[in-house]
């Protein structure tokens, strides 16, 4: 229900009938959940690596793998909107597993030790290996606890938010309207610069820039792009550069990349083939 939901810029939270309370922030390239098991019964978690949002999407690739007495692998490849997206994470949770198994391709049910009250799970993403997302969450989120996590997401978005101070009217309408301008574009680049370009190949950024994707250009060039260029000038220049990177791949400027595909075009690997001949 809705009404047992609490939410804020970095920060959900939501309370099951059956006893659990769902807590969930993050870094730049680490996700973080915090799990209260209150009711009865054994706690569990289960992760699904082949779910998708949308009837369009469909995992072609889905596989997890317990890696450690308390850590899990994944990788997946999606498809629809865009094709053949490959996407790693690495997680650790607080608690060590009890048990392991294999209920379905890409899903696995982690058992906890009876009693077990808590649980915070930290995990990395990265397009690029399943490495990467290790090195993604052991950088953001070694030696951290949940509400450490929570507090640096707060310190980031009140820092993002606060470029701009409202005096009089409805000013909780207008932080909420610049709150989703934050929300995209999403960066790609792991902590150590690399990020999967446009022919599926593995690149690095040069020190100090970003690699960013799912630019929705026709929809954001009249407002949205010119306010950024007033309220975060490197990140347009990072987008200008991300676009020449894809530029350099295909023979093209972009229209709607996302996540080292172009949405508009069939698939970009394809058009990079055809541009290189």
Known sequence: SHSDEYARPGYYKVDFPVG???EMTADVHTGAHRYTFKGKGIPQIQVD?????????????????????????????????AHGRDGYFSAEFSVPFAKVEEVGRGKLLL??????????????????????AKANR????????????VSRAYSQWDAALGKIKVEGGPADVFYTCL???????N???DVDGSYRDFKGENRKVAPGRSYYSTLSIWDTFRGWHPMM???DPKLTVDIIESMLDMYDCTGELPVWPLSSFETISSSCRSASSKAGS
Request: proline share 4%; with cysteine.
């Open 187 to 189: 960066r790609l680049d």
């Open 179 to 185: 709150y989703h301008t934050f929300v995209t574009p």
């Open 49 to 81: 690596a082949e779910y998708c949002i949308g009837w369009w999407s469909k995992a072609l690739k889905a596989e997890l793998v317990a890696d450690g007495p308390n850590t899990i692998t994944g990788t997946r490849n999606t498809t629809a909107w």
């Open 138 to 149: 052991l950088a953001e989120s070694s030696g951290a606890t949940f509400d450490d996590m």
């Open 229 to 231: 260029t007033i309220l």
């Open 20 to 22: 659990i309370t769902a």
């Open 111 to 132: 058992t906890f030790p009876e009693g077990t009250k808590e649980v915070s799970v930290f995990a990395g993403l990265s397009g690029v290996s399943a490495e990467n």
